[in-house]
Every structure is written in structure tokens, then in C-alpha cells.
């Protein structure tokens, strides 16, 4: 893997733990994904956002290097630099909401594009974060279905969970945070084309 990857799968972690700690964990907001998975544990429990993300991980890896190892590889590395670099820039949920205050609705929307943005950065330059992208990427050869549209359905029901285990109110502002995230992942690999 060529050193730029490296460069972008750091600069596209540190926007994902920007808008998970800065903006997401301040308001009690939801992602969906693997991501939003962590959140509502650590939501729960207090378990470290990034440590979550690896165990859940665990299931989906073991089946990408099974079915294709080129993905596996694609992916671990940014799924275990984006974990890191979450758990190491937690200090931000303390700090920021004093700096960025903002609204709940703010801070869904800021969180959603800052995450998007590092996401879809990774998917320009061919790698990503692994995560329920993974699982929809294998789904797509079993369920006649885009693999956008899987992972929208996933998305819904992690947050819908998020809802039932949290609050009503969480569910409709983390709708906020996947439509910010889709739109700056769709502006970031806009005319390219991506690895899914």
C-alpha cells in the first residue's frame, strides 16, 4: 500500500473522530454503521467508541477474508487507524461543547459531513473503514439489491434501534447525521469511482 493511502486513511480518520467526538457523543446523536453500533454501546455502557468498533468488526473481516482477501486488506488497515484515532481524540466530547456549543440539529448535520467527508476521502483513494459496507458488499450476492439501498436499510435499523434504546428524539436527528454523511461522501468521490 502506497504511502498517499496511509496519508488519506489518517486525514480521513481524524474528520471521522472530529465529528464522532466533536459533534455526535456532545448531542447523544447516532451514525449508522458499525459507528452507530459503538455509539448506542457506549451510550449504554460507557465502553471506549473505537474499542467497539473492532469487536464488531471481528464478525465481518473473518467473512472479507474468506471471500476476498483484496477488501479484507483494503479495509483493515483504515478500520483499525479510524478506531484508533476515535479512542484518541475522545477528550473532544468534554472539550467541544464549550468551543462549538451549537444545537442538537447542528451538531447531527456537522457530525454526518465531517464523518461522510473522511469516509468518502477513503473511498476515493480505494480503501474505507470496513464496517456494514463490508457486509452489504457481500449481501449484494444473495439479495437482488443495490448495495446503497442495503446499506440505507441497515443504517435505518441502527438507528431505529438507537431510538427504541435511547430516546424518539435521537432517531429523527440522526436521520440528520446519515443524510449529511451521504451527501459529503457522494460530494467527496463525485466522477470517481469507488471500491465498494
Known sequence: MSWVKYCIMVLGSLFIAMGTNAFLVPSHVLDGGVIGIALIVNYLSGLPIGFVIIVCSVPMFLA?????RDIFYNSLTGML???????????????????????????????????????????RFETSTGGTDLLAHFLTRYVPLNVGIIILIMDLAIIGAGGVLLSGGTFVQSLVTILAGA??????????QVYK
Open 64 to 68: 472479507a477474508w474468506l471471500l476476498n
Open 81 to 123: 487507524i479510524s478506531s484508533l484515532m476515535i479512542d484518541l481524540l475522545a477528550p473532544l466530547q468534554a472539550w467541544a461543547p464549550s468551543y462549538i456549543g451549537g444545537s442538537t440539529a447542528f451538531n447531527a448535520a456537522a457530525g454526518g459531513a465531517f464523518i461522510g467527508a473522511g469516509l468518502g476521502l477513503m473511498l
Open 183 to 192: 451527501l459529503a461522501t457522494g460530494l467527496c468521490t463525485l466522477h470517481k
